[in-house]
């Protein structure tokens, strides 16, 4: 058995729906092993990454008026994915909204219908499944007795579908997806509204933070820095990462570090008295990175200098009795600069991290995940 996408996608498209930005129907054929039609799914495929962009920046409110003016169906699924923010954090493909299954053939076949479920859910981050529920320009609906439904949702809770009572969505994520190492830690519910770049980097996930680092260091405007790093490095170099018995190569760190967690601080806590009134249009986020075992911590800050904001980073190393990131051998966080050279690489990244932060709500194929 195999799905291929319906013509139907197109018609539906072209009747019913005026434009299409975050979510789109999405129908596929149920093949057998001849090739023969011997069903049809309906439903819509939408981009995770880019609906959560609207989530963070906008509250939504782009794709509120989309999902809205489409059908009640989706309404209620924009309403389940705004409540559910934090659960989408790290998946960086597509979901899909299963509305209906239908085997042509007038005899129920729960075993294949299982199968046909798994197929579909190779091809997405997560399924989202009315389980009974269907649009007016489906003409595909499924009517079946009511002991089929009984028998159709025992299928879906062993298999391991969970049921969301509150909207009666039945939701199974792709496992064999969430193995990648691409998520970061979960986030809480209202992080969206409070710290909104961290969750969106969180909902981009690891793998995606990660490749921006290499690509970054790799960019030819860092042509010149990586020659004035290896004339500058030596045996002994320590450029303010590490204590004295764990010194950390530039080069060797830069090339070699992994990022496991993004933070977005608040710009006012980093002022000893209180903050002035400017501080509030500031950015302070940081990096929690691993090298070679060990943890270290690269904030990334702004501040004015002579009525101009500037941008500074600096490195702690995690001390593990004092369960804290050490700067410059104080406990007192973000008290120093390491060397501009090292540093550079660093504030492109977290500025580049913004800017696309900042950009791709408006540009969808920015989005579209890295591993498709």
């Known amino acids: 058995m195999k799905l291929l996408k319906s013509k139907k996608s197109k018609e539906i498209m072209d009747d019913w729906f005026e434009s299409s930005n975050f979510i789109q129907p999405y ?10 039609k011997v069903g049809i799914i309906t439903g819509y495929s939408l981009n995770i990454p880019f609906i959560m962009n609207d989530f963070t920046i906008n509250n939504g409110s782009d794709s509120f008026f989309e999902f809205d003016g489409i059908s009640q169906l989706c309404h209620y699924l924009w309403s389940f994915l705004s409540h559910n923010k934090s659960s989408f954090a790290g998946k960086n493909g597509n979901l899909y909204f299963l509305n209906n299954i239908n085997l042509f053939d007038e005899k129920a076949n729960i075993s294949k219908e299982k199968e046909i479920l798994d197929i579909l859910l190779s091809k997405y981050d997560l399924i989202v499944y009315t389980n009974g529920s269907t649009e007016v320009f489906d003409d595909y609906f499924n009517k079946r007795n009511e002991g089929y439904w009984d028998e159709h949702e025992q299928m879906l809770l062993v298999s391991g579908w969970e049921c969301d009572e509150g909207y009666n969505f039945f939701i199974k994520e792709n496992t064999g997806k969430s193995k990648r190492k691409s998520t970061i830690s979960p986030t809480p519910d209202d992080s969206a509204e409070n710290t909104p770049l961290e969750f969106w980097v969180k909902s981009k996930g690891l793998d995606w933070l990660n490749t921006l680092w290499d690509n970054t260091i790799k960019h030819s405007r860092f042509d010149k820095d990586w020659k004035k790093l290896k004339d500058f490095e030596s045996p002994n170099y320590d450029f303010g ?10 080069i060797n760190f830069i090339k070699k570090v992994e990022f496991v967690e993004f933070l977005q601080y608040d710009s006012e806590s980093g002022y000893v008295c209180e903050a002035p009134p400017h501080a509030k249009g500031l950015r302070s986020e940081g990096i929690v990175a691993q090298y070679e075992g060990e943890l270290y911590v690269i904030h ?39 060397a501009s050279w090292v540093a550079e690489f660093f504030i492109h990244l977290f500025n580049r991290i913004y800017n696309e932060y900042k950009n791709q709500p408006k540009i969808k194929d920015n989005v579209i995940s890295l591993y498709r």
């Open 300 to 338: 990334f800050w702004q501040d004015y200098m002579d009525e101009e904001i500037s941008e500074f980073v600096s490195f702690g190393h995690y001390n593990l009795e004092k369960n804290t990131f050490i700067f410059d051998g104080d406990t007192e966080p973000f008290n120093f600069t390491t």
């Open 241 to 250: 990462v590490g204590s004295p018995g764990n010194k950390v190569r530039p």
């Open 27 to 36: 129908w596929y054929d149920i093949l057998d092993d001849q090739n023969n």
